[in-house]
């Protein structure tokens, strides 16, 4: 059958690609964020990740941010502050 | 800064687009049991025990070392249309020729199958996009077809003129409407909007496309009856090219990217104009500082329109059931819009003016009225709206109610649609309506097909 050549709709998405961060090596001493996307369900879920990275896991310090809204990206002011941990824990749910 | 991302199973597909366009395809998450919203908070507690050794493991590494070396970062630059002269309006594009292309059996059904099967289409079955038809599309207008006008969440794909174009011709629009179309992606991709927001969440959000001024007429856009039905060609395909570009540039594939539990009708498209030769009042683009002889598209981020049936005689008692239509327990405006949407009908229109209420008294009377008490609300909601709508609360008589927005300013009245006792609520969302003239906009074709004014 004859055929023809049509374009493609689709995107390049190539170009950006950012780098990986480098890990911690242990969380023990280190500074652990923490991003509540203001869904019913993540605090309490965060309040024992919080209780279980001191426990057991030795953590330094523990600093919690909350969304005010899940759906809007996270306020500049917010990521700026969270320079100051050496690891952030966040999620996607609903 | 080292991240672990816990995502519940339900969004793994997000997710995976999300790290697959930043060069981390495999960059491994922490799964739990969807969903997290609905469980009881000691349950969530406990989900949180059996996670740890996974946060641990992404947190340090462990976990993500098997993925290879990082890619390397390279800047996007993006840049708004540039305006060429009419000249390089040539026939043959060297940026088409460079486009991937896709070869399939000269066949209609050949042709859609092979298009449906790559995800490229919204389900029905598209117009072909040759490099001739594309070519045709763009010498409507003067975009260059290389300039990008950013990346489009949630994949980031580059929004360039020339893709918008293949899309158009999908979508079966003409090359008049093209710079509608253009207009409207740059509203969009505007950080108001939150477009990463409305292609990714569970809600039934879509844009919600409004045409102003004399460009609409030219077009032939329905600003009349059947306002949001079929029969008007520049309303279904400006609308529908939208969603394959939200779709095959963006990235916003139903069940994976895009997450919305139920989806609205209007997600296929949803475009019109506002009736202004009806209207008693100042027009949208007027309001918001545009002559009225210059067209304009506005991008509203809204859920399904509502529709309000209201055969009161008198302005106020109108006024204020159209308010509490717009305040419905349930609707988006209760728990999320940042903007609401009122397309008032012309006779409610004139109704109201009659009776002297200019657009800014209609505005505040609907604003003083669509509120809902918090005991209307349950315990579980309220709770959750304290945190996110505590611009929203006040007490009137003593009872703690909820309005539909901040201010009165962020309800948009559009008068629309044709004869009859309609209007409709377009509940809004995380958003805000972006409003932006159209340019570049060739002078309309006697041609333009299925004009109907």
């Not at chain 1, 030795?58 to 969270?82: C, H, N």
């Not at chain 2, 981390?24 to 919203?37: E, F, N």
């Not at chain 2, 088409?96 to 490229?120: K, Q, S």
């Not at chain 2, 045409?211 to 395909?237: E, H, K, S, W």
Request: proline share 7%; net charge neutral.
């Amino acid at each position: 059958m004859k055929t023809i050549k049509v374009l493609s709709p689709a995107a390049a998405t190539s170009g950006n690609a950012v780098p990986l961060a480098a890990r911690v090596a242990t969380l023990e001493g280190r500074v652990v964020g923490l991003l509540n996307n203001s869904k019913s369900g993540s605090r309490p879920f965060l309040d024992r990740v919080e209780e279980l990275l001191r426990r057991e896991h030795g953590v330094s310090k523990i600093i919690r941010y909350d969304k005010k809204a899940a759906a809007l990206p996270i306020p500049d002011e917010m990521l700026t502050a969270a320079s100051a941990c050496d690891v952030v824990i966040n999620g996607i749910a609903d | 800064m080292p991240t672990a991302t816990i995502v519940t199973e339900e969004f793994r597909g997000l997710y995976g687009v999300v790290t697959t366009s930043l060069g981390q395809p495999a960059l491994p998450a922490v799964y739990i049991a969807h969903p997290i919203v609905s469980v009881p908070h000691p349950e969530m507690r406990g989900r949180a025990e059996p996670a740890m050794s996974s946060i641990v493991d992404v947190a340090t590494g462990v976990s993500v070392q098997a993925n290879g070396p990082a890619v390397a970062h390279t800047v996007v630059t993006t840049s708004a249309p540039a305006v060429v002269d009419g000249q390089r309006r040539a026939r043959r594009h060297p940026v088409l020729e460079a486009l991937e292309r896709v070869t399939v059996a000269d066949d209609p059904d050949a042709i859609f199958e092979r298009f449906a099967g790559e995800g490229w289409t919204d389900g029905l079955p598209i117009a072909p996009p040759t490099e001739e038809r594309v070519a045709r599309m763009l010498a409507g207008s003067d975009f260059d077809p290389s300039a990008s006008l950013g990346p489009m969440p949630p994949s980031w794909g580059e929004a360039t003129i020339a893709k918008l174009a293949v899309n158009a011709v999908m979508a079966g629009c003409t090359p008049e409407y093209f710079p509608v179309i253009v207009t409207a992606v740059k509203a969009m991709l505007a950080k108001p909007f939150n477009l990463y927001g409305i292609q990714g969440t569970t809600n039934p959000a879509t844009p919600v496309v409004i045409v102003n001024g004399p460009i609409a007429r030219d077009l032939g856009i329905n600003a009349r009856g059947n306002l949001f039905g079929q029969g008007f060609r520049a309303n279904a395909t400006i609308g529908r090219a939208i969603r394959l570009i939200m779709t095959t540039i963006g990235g916003g594939v139903p069940q994976q990217a895009d997450k919305s539990t139920l989806g609205n009708p209007a997600k296929y498209t949803c475009c019109f104009a506002e009736n202004e030769a009806q209207s008693p009042w100042a027009p949208l683009h007027v309001e918001r500082g545009f002559e009225a002889g210059t067209s304009t598209v506005t991008v509203f981020g809204g859920a399904a329109p509502a529709n309000i049936i209201e055969k009161s005689k008198t302005a106020d008692a109108m006024l204020q059931t159209i308010a509490r239509a717009m305040a419905a327990s349930g609707s988006n405006n209760m728990f999320m819009s940042q903007e609401a949407l009122l397309i008032l009908g012309p006779e409610h229109a004139a109704i109201a003016a009659r009776q002297g209420s200019d657009k800014e008294r209609t505005r505040r009377t609907l604003f003083e009225h669509a509120r809902i008490p918090f005991a209307q609300i349950g315990q579980s909601n309220a709770e959750v709206l304290s945190v996110w709508r505590g611009n929203c609360i006040d007490e009137v008589d003593g009872v703690r109610t909820l309005r539909i927005v901040e201010k009165p300013d962020d309800i948009l009245i559009v008068v629309a649609g044709g004869a009859g006792n309609h209007s409709a609520s377009i509940p809004g969302w995380y958003s805000r309506s972006v409003t932006l003239p159209i340019v570049n906009a060739a002078s309309p074709s006697p041609a333009v097909g299925l004009r109907r004014g």
